[in-house]
């Protein structure tokens, strides 16, 4: 099994949206497939946004990965967000999570990210073994949330 990561451009929007709509079905988030291609084409054409990488095995496209850059005082300076990490369920539990977490590790090194974050739902009992055992760790925090612009 080779996996591979793609950097994704304008060309991959209908892709990224498929792999966009099963993710967010899998937690029932809501998805508007026009703000949804909005905010793509928002990171794909500004790179101080962040990056967004495709997962392939081989030549196939498995999934996807959306590291997206901030900067916090908190953390000494540029921070980064592994915001969408989606893995096509027969390719899930492979290992392949793993290897996608590290390669972001790495692409946040190269981007002079100092801290990388996540969100996890609650429940995710998977997705929160596969960070923790990538060094991720917990807050006695909570992450809250206003949507200024919907």
Do not use: C
């Amino acid at each position: 099994m080779q996996i591979n990561f793609q950097l994704s451009s304008i060309a991959h929007v209908n892709l990224l949206l498929s792999f966009m709509r099963q993710f967010y079905e899998i937690d029932h988030y809501p998805f508007d497939p026009k703000l949804a291609q909005a905010a793509l084409e928002g990171i794909l054409t500004d790179a101080s946004l962040g990056r967004v990488w495709i997962i392939t095995e081989g030549e196939a496209p498995i999934g996807y990965i959306v590291l997206t850059l901030g900067y916090s005082l908190q953390y000494r300076g540029r921070d980064g967000f592994i915001d969408e990490l989606y893995i096509e369920a027969s390719h899930r539990g492979k290992g392949i999570g793993s290897e996608a977490v590290k390669f972001v590790e790495e692409a946040s090194r190269e981007l002079g990210v100092n801290a990388l974050h996540l969100e996890v739902e609650r429940g995710n009992e998977g997705g929160r073994a596969l960070y923790s055992k990538n060094g991720f760790e917990g807050h006695d925090r909570y992450l809250m949330t206003k949507w200024i612009r919907k």
